[in-house]
């Protein structure tokens, strides 16, 4: 790491465990905890991933089946195997699940 003035502090509160993982782990990297916070800190990439488009989008696909299975079961037309749709939506439903876990 180069040598710079450091004249700025930042303060974080922690738990004991968490105070103790970070420790241990600069010491296997042979780091001063503060080039080991700086260097995770400042080369790790955090992807952020905005899902409301995708979340209304699909508000919209789920308004869209309720509509065609009213019109249904009130006879307005005969059946139709809805079957492979929630299918796919179940496995988009699923997708957006998972990446929202990721952040």
Do not use: W
């Not at 001063?32 to 080369?43: A, C, G, N, P």
């Not at 905005?50 to 019109?71: A, F, M, W, Y």
């Not at 249904?72 to 957006?96: C, H, L, P, V, W």
């Amino acid at each position: 790491m180069e040598n710079r003035n450091r004249n700025q502090t930042l303060s974080i509160r922690l738990t004991q465990a968490e105070k103790s993982a970070i420790c241990k782990k600069s010491k296997k990297a042979h780091l001063t905890l503060t080039e080991y916070i700086l260097k995770s800190s400042l080369h790790t990439e955090i992807k952020v991933i905005d899902l409301q488009p995708l979340l209304v989008e699909l508000k919209r696909i789920g308004n869209n089946l309720n509509q065609i299975t009213r019109k249904i079961n009130s006879g307005a037309f005969n059946s139709y195997n809805f079957s492979e749709m929630i299918a796919m939506q179940r496995k988009i439903y699923d997708t957006i699940i998972k990446l929202s876990e990721k952040k």
